[in-house]
């Protein structure tokens, strides 16, 4: 059983909790919207023999603070940034799914001196659309409406849920997964993620000046990396490599942990 040792850090006015095992080599891993540092364990405990690997809970998310603005993806890649330099660690290598995807890129895009490379999970890729004002408010009711009917369940109901939404998960997922909701601090009085705190992905990976891996899934299964968009991405940067994980969706490592181990263990080991 691995142990974990929990502090945090300040980034501007914000604390940021992380958790950190292992040692070698550094590795960030960064979680999914409405997720918490604990949903990548399944993953991150083998892990912990071969490298030091750091969890951290995004802001408004896990055990970190709640900033009622400054919620874009620069925003969160600036707090990868302060765990980085605080902790003093040399070049880790970040890697996030969907919305730490997204954080992962920033980093990789802003201020890729700090980073070895980068490891991104599905994270959104569409096109550069700028919603309405009514279409971005009605997108924000639905994600607290969203949270809110999962905040009403116990832990209990909420496990019994992510088995019915999710049933190749493995048991371990379940407990960390529930237990995040409650933890969730997206509430109807914070600001959504602010497009103008968020780089578009098509301006950002040209950006990217470390070895970088994209791993997509399948659309129709519910994967946020269109086949256009994967086909870009390696247009864009000569540093990217793309694989896609078929028959499964969204959360990849979860549906897939075999195969999600076994690409980003080569790509690590190449690193």
């Known amino acids: 059983m691995t142990t974990w040792q929990s ?22 891993l960064a979680h999914g919207f409405s997720d918490n540092g604990d949903c990548w ?8 023999a ?14 970190s603070g709640k900033a009622r603005h400054g919620n874009g993806a620069i925003d969160q890649a600036s707090d ?15 890697m996030g799914h969907s919305m730490g995807a997204q954080m992962a890129m920033h980093a990789a895009g802003l201020f890729p001196e700090l980073l070895r490379a980068v490891v991104m999970e599905d994270p959104p890729m569409f096109p550069d659309v700028v919603p309405t004002a009514a279409e971005f408010a009605a997108n924000k009711a639905r994600r607290v409406g969203w949270i809110d009917s999962l905040k009403a369940l116990n832990h209990e109901q909420l496990v019994l849920r992510c088995i019915a939404e999710n049933p190749t998960w493995r048991a371990e997922e379940l407990h960390h997964w529930a237990e995040s909701k409650h933890q969730f601090g997206f509430v109807s009085d914070v600001v959504d993620y602010e497009p103008e705190r968020t780089i578009h992905w098509q301006k950002l990976i040209p950006q990217i000046g470390v070895p970088a891996l994209l791993i997509g899934s399948d659309p129709s299964k519910g994967s946020i990396v269109p086949a256009a968009a994967a086909a870009e991405a390696r ?26 181990s076994a690409l980003v263990y080569e790509f690590l080991r190449r690193q």
């Open 7 to 28: 502090a945090t850090i300040m980034s501007g006015d914000v604390k940021i909790r992380y958790q950190r095992a292992g040692s070698g080599a550094p590795i960030v």
């Open 41 to 48: 364990k399944a993953f991150a405990e083998p892990l912990t």
């Open 50 to 63: 071969s490298y030091e690997v750091i969890l951290i809970d995004a802001r408004n998310h896990g055990q």
């Open 80 to 94: 990868v940034k302060a765990l980085i330099t605080q902790l003093g660690l040399v070049k880790p290598v970040v």
């Open 235 to 260: 247009t864009l940067s000569a540093h990217i490599e793309v694989a896609l994980v078929r028959n499964v969706g969204h959360s990849i490592r979860r549906e897939a942990p075999v195969q999600y």
